[in-house]
C-alpha cells in the first residue's frame, strides 16, 4: 500500500504526492489566452500542495471550444502558458493540459464556427445543427490535437491529458446513440473507438517519451442508448494494449445530456439558468429537472464502477469523483488506485492537501452544493469562499 502523500511516478515524471487537481473550467481567459488571474488560480493550487494541477480546458481548434472565451492552442498562446507553467514549477507542483474537442458540447454561436459530431444532431446551445467531418474532417481534428500536444510540451506542461469523455467529440464516436454512422467510425465499438484511439496515439508521437500522457475515459455516460461500461471498459483494454498513455482517469456522465452524474450532490438549476441565452433558458426551464438530476452525493462515488476497470487493467489508474478528504484518499489507493484527482475541494479551500500533512482528520468544508457549476463562464469560484482572488 502506498501513501497518498509519498512521492509516485506517472509515466516520466515523479510527482511529490498522488493527488492531481482535475481539470475544472476556470473562466479567467476572456481573450483566450492566459490571464495573470489564471496564472494566480493554478499556482495557488499547487502551493496548496498538490503533486499536479490541470489546466483546462486547452481546445484544439477554435471550434473545438464550449466557449469562445476558452484557450484553443496556438502560438499566440504559449508565452501566457510558459508563465503558468513556471509559476507552477516555482510551487513544487506539476502541471498538466488537458487537451479535446468540445464537439457537441461547443457552442456553435459563440465560437462562430459548426459543432462537430458524429451524426447530425441539434446543438442546443448554439441553436443550430452540428456538422458531420467526413474521413478528412476526423484526420483535422487528429492532427489538431497532435500540434495541440507540441504546443503544450513548447509551453513547458509536463503532461497532457486527452478528453476522452463527458460526450466531446471523441466521447460523442463512443456513443451509440450518437454515433450513427455506417463508415469506418461508426457501427461496431471497434470503430466507434477508432478516433479515440488514434487521438491518443497522435498525441503521444507528438511528445515522445519526454511528457506524461493521460486520458480522461467515461466509464458510463448515464444515457439511455448511450455508452455503457462494458464497452468502456474494452476502450480503456485497448488504450492499455496500445501503449500510449500512462495513465486513465476514470469519470462518468454526460455534459451534453446529462452533467450531474459527473458531480453528484445538489443540481443548481436556478443559477445555472442564469447563465443561459434567453431562448435557451425558455427552453431550461421546461427540461431542467431532467437536464440537472438529482444524484445523491456520497465518498468516492464513481470507485465502484471504476473498480471494475482496476480488475481488468495493469494499468495506472486515477480515481476522480467524491475524494475531499486523506482517509477516502488513502482508502483508494489502498483499493489499488495509483492516483487520485480532486476539484470541487480545491475550489473551497485550494491549500487543502498542504494541511493534511498536519492534520490527517482534516474535512473539507465543500458541501457539494454545486454552485460553482453556473460559475464557469465567468470565474470559477467557490461561491461559499470569501478569501478567493478575483
Not at 441539434?122 to 483535422?140: H, Q, S, V, Y
Not at 464497452?231 to 454526460?254: F, H, K, R, Y
Not at 442564469?274 to 433558458?281: E, N, W
Not at 482528520?361 to 452544493?369: G, P
Request: hydrophobic letters at 45%; one cysteine or more; charged letters at 25%.
Amino acid at each position: 500500500m502506498s501513501d497518498v502523500l509519498a512521492p509516485a511516478v506517472l509515466g516520466p515524471l515523479t510527482l511529490r504526492n498522488r493527488v492531481i487537481k482535475a481539470a475544472t473550467f476556470e473562466g479567467r481567459t476572456p481573450d483566450a489566452l492566459v490571464t495573470d488571474e489564471l496564472v494566480e488560480f493554478h499556482r495557488e493550487v499547487a502551493a496548496g500542495g498538490v503533486g499536479m494541477t490541470t489546466v483546462a480546458y486547452c481546445a484544439v481548434a477554435p471550434g473545438g471550444r464550449t466557449d469562445r472565451h476558452q484557450i484553443w492552442m496556438r502560438e499566440e498562446a504559449v508565452p501566457g502558458l510558459r508563465r503558468l507553467t513556471d509559476a507552477v514549477h516555482a510551487e513544487g507542483a506539476a502541471v498538466s493540459a488537458q487537451l479535446g474537442h468540445a464537439g457537441p458540447v461547443a457552442n456553435a454561436k459563440s465560437n462562430r464556427a459548426p459543432a462537430l459530431a458524429p451524426s447530425r444532431m441539434f446543438n442546443p446551445l448554439g441553436m443550430r445543427f452540428t456538422k458531420t467531418p467526413d474521413a478528412l474532417g476526423i484526420a483535422e481534428v487528429v492532427a489538431a490535437h497532435a500540434r495541440a500536444a507540441r504546443f503544450a510540451k513548447e509551453s513547458g506542461f509536463d503532461a497532457v491529458e486527452v478528453h476522452l469523455g463527458h460526450n466531446y467529440l471523441a466521447s460523442s464516436f463512443l456513443s451509440p446513440m450518437l454515433n450513427r454512422r455506417r463508415d469506418d467510425y461508426g457501427g461496431p465499438l471497434v470503430n466507434r473507438a477508432r478516433m479515440a484511439r488514434e487521438l491518443v496515439r497522435a498525441v503521444r508521437d507528438a511528445v515522445g517519451d519526454t511528457m506524461a500522457v493521460t486520458a480522461k475515459l467515461t466509464m458510463e455516460d448515464g444515457v439511455r442508448g448511450g455508452f455503457p461500461i462494458e464497452e468502456s471498459l474494452q476502450v480503456a483494454s485497448w488504450l492499455q494494449d496500445d501503449g500510449a498513455v500512462d495513465a486513465i482517469e476514470l469519470t462518468a456522465g454526460s455534459s451534453l445530456l446529462n452533467p450531474m452524474a459527473i458531480f453528484r450532490g445538489d443540481a443548481p438549476r436556478k443559477n445555472f439558468a442564469k447563465t443561459l441565452p434567453v431562448p435557451v433558458r425558455w427552453g431550461f426551464q421546461l427540461v431542467g429537472k431532467q437536464f440537472l438530476r438529482e444524484y445523491p452525493y456520497r465518498p468516492a462515488y464513481l470507485a465502484e464502477k471504476a473498480a471494475r476497470f482496476r480488475a481488468e487493467l495493469s494499468l495506472p489508474l486515477i480515481l476522480l469523483g467524491g475524494i475531499t478528504d486523506r482517509p477516502t484518499a488513502q482508502q483508494a489507493l489502498d483499493d489499488g488506485f495509483d492516483f487520485v484527482a480532486m476539484g470541487r475541494a480545491l475550489l473551497r479551500e485550494p491549500d487543502l492537501i498542504r494541511r493534511w500533512r498536519t492534520d490527517a482528520d482534516t474535512r473539507s468544508l465543500c458541501t457539494h452544493c454545486n454552485e460553482c457549476m453556473p460559475t464557469i463562464y465567468s470565474t470559477t469560484r467557490c461561491v461559499l469562499r470569501t478569501d478567493a482572488p478575483v
